[in-house]
């Protein structure tokens, strides 16, 4: 009796791992097919999407050189931005008072980098126009 005891749970050990094994296995299978699946949306979604470059301001401080304006660049559009150049302008009564150029080698899709403009004029005194002038393929 103590050999048919001793059987029966074994047998029902077996049973258990087998039934964990597949579970594990299952779970798995699910992963492997979602990646897989994310991988192949990302392909065929992605190809042809544009960069989107945008800047805004973050803060303007003084400097020894005048003031700094520090923006932080995003790349709203699905495809990648390299040498992105930004342009920011202070304008008063219509007029170009001030300019500066600051290039971003690298912006991937949905991502965001931060820099900075150096003015000698205070910008927080004048209407700012800050725009992506250029960019090309990586």
């Given at each position: 009796m103590g050999q048919a005891e001793h059987s029966r749970d074994?047998?029902?050990?077996t049973l258990k791992g087998a039934t964990l094994e597949w579970v594990v296995a299952s779970v798995a299978g699910v992963i492997v097919a979602a990646m897989l699946?994310?991988?192949?949306?990302?392909?065929?979604?992605?190809?042809?999407?544009?960069?989107d470059p945008l800047a805004v301001v973050k803060s303007v401080t003084p400097v020894s050189n005048g003031y700094r304006m520090e923006i932080s660049a995003r790349n709203?559009?699905?495809?990648?931005?390299?040498?992105?150049?930004?342009r920011a302008?202070?304008?008063?009564?219509g007029r170009s008072v001030e300019s500066a150029d600051?290039?971003?080698?690298?912006?991937?899709?949905?991502?965001?980098?931060?820099?900075?403009?150096i003015f000698e004029n205070d910008p927080r005194g004048y209407n700012v126009v800050l725009q992506a002038e250029s960019y090309t393929a990586p």
């Open positions: 074994r047998t029902q050990s699946g994310f991988l192949l949306f990302q392909a065929f979604t992605k190809a042809d999407a544009d960069p709203k559009g699905g495809g990648t931005a390299a040498n992105i150049k930004f302008e202070l304008r008063s009564e600051v290039t971003f080698s690298y912006l991937p899709s949905h991502s965001k980098r931060q820099g900075a403009f």
